[in-house]
C-alpha cells in the first residue's frame, strides 16, 4: 500500500468521457488499497472563460458574461447529466453548480461597479473553475460509491498577497494540510481538492499562477508525506520538446527535478515550474502521466542525474519576450550599473528570464515577457537617467519579436563542447544567435533568435535530443528505466 497525491489537469477532467477516464484511475488506485489525495484543475478552457468575465464585465458588458456564465453552468451540468444517474444526486450538485455560478455573477456585478479587474477580485473569480469542477467530480465519484469529501485549498494553502502569482507561507501551510487533512487519509475517505489556489492569512483568495494546480499538488504531496506525485495529463510523459512544435518528440522515461526545473523555467507547458519546489528535498519522486494512456508509465522524475551518451535531453522554446540590452563605452569599471537595472527592472515589476553579458563589459542584455517590456526600458531608462546624460551608458534598446531557446540536459555538466555543438549546428543552417547564456547548474543553454527562426531551430537541435533518447534507449536495456 502506497500513498499517493494525484493531480488531473484541465483535459484530463475536460468532459464527461474525461472525468469516466479520472473517475476510473481514482477507483483503482483505492481498489488496489492505497490512500489518495487528489487534487484537480478546472475543466479545460473555464480559467479562461472566468477571466474574460471578468474583462466583460469591467467594461460594463453584461450581456457577455451572462452569456459566458450560461456556457459555463452547460459544462458543468453536462458532466452531471451524463454521469450522474439517480435524480436527487443530480438535484444536489445541480444546485451547488447553480449557486456557485450565480456567486460569480455577483463578483462579475462588483467589478462592473468598479469599473475595474484588480489583481485581488481576478483572482477571487478565477478560483470558481476548481470549485465547480472539484464538486462535480467529487459528486460523480460518490454517486459511484466512492468515499470521497471535496475541499477548497484556500483552507490549506496560506499565501502571501502576490495575487496571481502568489508564494506559499510554508509553516502555516505545512501546519494546516498535516493538522487538516492526515487523519482524513488514514480514514480511507479521499479528498477531492480544488488546485491552482490558495488563501492569504485574512482569508483573501490568490491564485498560484496559471496553471497552478501542479504546484498546488506538490505541496500536498509534500506535507502529506506521500510515496509519490502524480501528475496526470494529455499526453504521455515530459516529452524531448513541445509536440506542437515538433511532432517527432519522443516521451523521456526519466529527468531529474533540476532538469524538469529547468525545462518548465524555459517554457515546457507541461509543468508548472514551481513544481519540484515543494517536493525536492523531500525526496519524493514525481511521475507525469497520460490520463487517456494510463498503461504507459510516463515520465518519472527523481534526484538521481542520469549520465546521457549525447547529453542533451530536450529543448524548449519561449515565444512572446524582448530583450533589453544597455550599452555604453563608458560602463567598463562603472561599478553597480548591472545591479541598479536589475533593481529598476523588477521594481516594474518585471520576471528577469534570461541575462548576458559581453565580456568587454561594453553592453548586456537580458529578456522579459513583452507586456512588461515597455515598462522596465522606461524604468531602467529613469534609474540610469545620469550615467546616459554623462554618456557612460549610450543607450538602452529594446528588440521584439525573439525568443529564448533553452537546451537541457544534467549530462552537459563537465561534458566540453557541448554549446560548440549546438552553435555549430544552428550556424551550419543559417540561424543568428544573439546572445547566449548557460544556467550556473550547467544544466541547460539558453540563446535568443529571431521569432521567425525559432521552428526551425528547435526541429534542428531537437535532432540531438532525439539522438539521446534513442542511445539511452539501447544502453538502458535491463535498467530500470
Ligand atoms: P494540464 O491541463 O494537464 O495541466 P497542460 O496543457 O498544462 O496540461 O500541459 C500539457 C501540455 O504541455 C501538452 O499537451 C503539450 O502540448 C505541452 N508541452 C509543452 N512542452 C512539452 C514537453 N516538453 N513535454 C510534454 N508536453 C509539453
Ligand atoms: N485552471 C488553472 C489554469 O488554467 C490552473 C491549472 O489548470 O493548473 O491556469
Ligand atoms: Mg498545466
Known sequence: MARYAMKFGGTSVGSPEAIAQVV???????????????????????????????????????????AISDVLRAKHTGVIDALIAGEDDRSVIGGEVDELVGSCLELCEAITILGEVTPRISDALASFGERLSSRVIAAVLRAQATSVTQLDSDAYIITDNQYGDADPIW?????????????????????????????????????????????????????????????????????????RLDERARVLPYVSYQ?????????????????????????????????????????????????????IKAITGIRDVSMLTVSGRGMLGVPGIAGRTFLASAGAGANILMI????????????????????????????????????????????????????????????????????????????????????????????????????????ELHNLALETVENDRITAVGSPY
Open 171 to 243: 509553516p502555516e501551510t505545512e501546519a494546516r494540510i498535516v493538522g487538516g487533512l492526515g487523519a482524513a487519509l488514514g480514514a480511507g475517505v479521499t479528498p477531492i481538492i480544488t488546485g491552482f489556489f490558495g488563501a492569504t492569512p485574512d482569508g483573501a483568495i490568490t491564485t498560484l499562477g496559471r496553471g497552478g494546480s501542479d504546484f498546488a499538488a506538490a505541496i500536498f504531496a509534500a506535507y502529506l508525506d506521500c510515496d509519490e506525485l502524480i501528475i496526470w495529463t494529455d499526453v504521455d510523459g515530459v516529452m524531448t520538446t513541445d509536440p
Open 356 to 459: 548576458s553579458q559581453s565580456s568587454s563589459e561594453q553592453s548586456f542584455c537580458f529578456t522579459v515577457i513583452d507586456p512588461m517590456a515597455r515598462a522596465v526600458k522606461q524604468a531602467v531608462e529613469a534609474e540610469l537617467q545620469r550615467e546616459i546624460q554623462h554618456r557612460h551608458v549610450d543607450s538602452v534598446d529594446l528588440l521584439s519579436d525573439i525568443v529564448i531557446i533553452t537546451v537541457v540536459g544534467s549530462g552537459m555538466r563537465g561534458t566540453p563542447g557541448v554549446a560548440g555543438r549546438v552553435f555549430s549546428l544552428l550556424g551550419e543552417h543559417r540561424i543568428n544567435v544573439l546572445a547566449i547564456a548557460q544556467g550556473s547548474s550547467e544544466c541547460s543553454i539558453s540563446f535568443i533568435v529571431a521569432e521567425s527562426d525559432l521552428e526551425r531551430a528547435v526541429r
Open 259 to 311: 532538469e524538469i526545473g529547468e525545462l518548465a523555467f524555459y517554457g515546457a507547458k507541461v509543468l508548472h515550474p514551481k513544481t519540484v519546489q515543494p517536493i525536492i528535498n523531500r525526496g519524493i519522486p514525481l511521475r507525469v502521466r497520460n490520463t487517456f494512456n494510463p498503461d504507459h508509465s510516463g515520465t518519472s522524475v527523481g534526484a538521481r542525474t542520469q549520465p546521457s551518451a549525447t547529453v
Open 24 to 66: 476510473e484511475i481514482i477507483r483503482r488506485f483505492i481498489a488496489e488499497g492505497h490512500e489518495l489525495a487528489v487534487i484537480v484543475s478546472a475543466m479545460s478552457g473555464v480559467t479562461d472563460m472566468l477571466l474574460d468575465c471578468a474583462a466583460a464585465a469591467a467594461n460594463g458588458d453584461r450581456e457577455s458574461f451572462l
